[in-house]
């Protein structure tokens, strides 16, 4: 390769040249950037907790972030950003769209809810219109998708709830007509056939204690009644009326009387109100001696039985005794024919109580999804007014889109040293393509391992004065050739990193 050196440095140069022209012809490209806070705490949001939808807004802005530079959104991004204006065919569309979904980038500042949107260009203030484009799809894109996702759930809420309504109706409807078919057997209250025959058995044996003992009661009236002697009414002018007993008059007169009593007490006999009340009194005793000369006008004779207040209370104890054992009568042949029809009808109990229990356990399943679906429901209208009151996720812009005066690409000052070390690299490898193509052998040994054939003789090189001066100075003229060609490169990367620090 050293033979061929000449060859490298010549292909080195040209290479450099030509990568240097390429390097300085790139055209610039200016950054457009913009940051996005996302603010996702909340004050109703520990408030809220098990009243409202649990929501990850963090790893929802997160994910969004990630799906944010999608062909839809691109498509969009371009119309905002007038992008098409020069697009005449779908085949540049499409290549449009692609170059951009490069270019554009959404990364996380040092924490999860503050993004930075970038896109390059070689004009400055389309790339601020991209980025600014860019801010709205994703703000947007975070409101809008949640409030979807929020309209979507409620409708699939409601048409579930409407579904399971259906289903509660009908299994109450299935269930209140086996109750009325069977009503005989279940009753009102729900119970099974074993409750309700121990609950009737309970029943029967209390009315026919209760029997018995007004029956009881009613033997031993009987024989009061006939041991005690009634009372006759005196004929007129053998006695007077005060010997013959009027309970509702009597009474009466006995409460003027204790009235009169206590307001002697009290007043003197001049007083009003105890002539009142004497005056009260004997139109009571009065009315109670035309109420017995009537009694035994109608009763026509003396003799007429009715005057002894106790025989009276026998006798109207004794009537309501046999009402009541009539009644309990009565009450005890309806609970054994009750109990009757339900033992009769005992071997049908199983099955109609296993139909009773799986048509109450599918009402009570329908009822427990609809009483969850219409909870989920209210908790979902909960969050989504909390969503839209105190804003859960809330899109700040904290520094809005600006492009820098310098252009952010290409770097030039690290572009063009290696455009050098490409060089040069370039130079070996034609040196070496080179000898690849016309070797030399310098020694003897080596032509015979590479030939096969026998080496007769080796002529050696005679170095002389003329030839060694004349070999020194084409290494001088190599080197001067390399070295200028470093330095070319290091000057030109000097220059351009003095640029790019503004000096």
Do not use: C
């Amino acid at each position: 390769m050293w033979r061929y050196r000449w060859w490298g440095l010549l292909a080195a140069w040209i290479g450099g040249v030509v990568l240097a022209v390429v390097v300085m012809l790139i055209p610039d490209k200016y950054e457009a950037r913009a940051r996005v806070f996302v603010d996702t705490q909340s004050v109703l949001k520990p408030l809220m907790q098990g009243l409202a939808v649990p929501t990850n807004v963090e790893q929802q802005v997160t994910i969004l972030s990630r799906t944010l530079i999608s062909r839809p959104n691109v498509e969009k991004l371009i119309r905002m950003a007038d992008l098409d204006l020069d697009v005449k065919t779908r085949e540049q569309r499409e290549a449009l769209i692609d170059d951009l979904i490069k270019r554009l980038t959404v990364t996380g500042a040092g924490r999860d809810d503050l993004f930075v949107l970038t896109f390059k260009d070689t004009n400055p203030e389309r790339a601020k219109r991209v980025v600014q484009a860019l801010v709205s799809i994703f703000v947007e894109s975070g409101l809008g998708d949640k409030r979807k996702d929020s309209d979507e759930a409620r409708r699939f809420i409601e048409e579930q709830i409407k579904s399971y309504e259906t289903k509660l109706a009908d299994a109450e409807n299935r269930l209140k007509e086996f109750k009325l078919k069977n009503l005989a057997l279940f009753g009102d209250s729900g119970k099974d056939a074993v409750s309700q025959i121990g609950e009737l058995t309970a029943k029967l044996n209390q009315a026919k204690l209760e029997l018995r003992e007004v029956e009881n009661s009613r033997d031993a009236l009987k024989r009061q009644l006939a041991g005690e002697d009634p009372v006759f009414l005196p004929e007129s002018g053998q006695a007077s009326a005060s010997g013959v007993s009027i309970p509702e008059i009597d009474g009466r007169i006995d409460a003027m009387k204790k009235q009169l009593d206590a307001l002697l007490q009290r007043y003197t006999e001049q007083h009003p109100d105890v002539v009142g009340t004497r005056r009260v009194i004997e139109q009571l005793e009065a009315q109670k001696k035309q109420e017995v000369e009537s009694r035994r006008k109608s009763g026509g004779m003396s003799g007429s039985l009715g005057a002894n207040p106790v025989y009276q209370q026998l006798k109207l104890s004794l009537s309501e005794s046999e009402a009541n054992v009539a009644s309990l009568k009565t009450r005890v042949a309806e609970y054994e024919a009750r109990l009757g029809a339900m033992r009769g009808s005992q071997r049908m109990l199983p099955e109609m109580e296993a139909e009773f229990a799986q048509l109450n356990r599918d009402y009570d399943i329908n009822k427990k999804n609809y009483e969850s679906l219409v909870a989920r429901r209210e908790a979902a209208n909960m969050s989504v007014e909390m969503d839209a009151s105190s804003g859960v996720a809330e899109f700040r812009l904290i520094d809005p889109p600006s492009v820098p005066s310098k252009p952010a690409a290409p770097n030039r000052a690290l572009l063009m040293p290696a455009s050098g070390a490409v060089s040069l690299a370039i130079g070996l490898l034609v040196a070496f393509l080179v000898f690849q193509v016309r070797p030399v052998f310098f020694e003897g040994r080596a032509l015979r391992e590479v030939s096969g054939l026998p080496v007769l003789g080796v002529v050696t090189l005679i170095e002389t004065p003329v030839r060694t001066k004349r070999e020194r100075m084409q290494s001088i003229y190599f080197a001067g050739g390399l070295l200028s060609l470093v330095g070319v490169f290091a000057l030109m990367t000097a220059v351009l990193a003095l640029r790019a620090f503004g000096l």
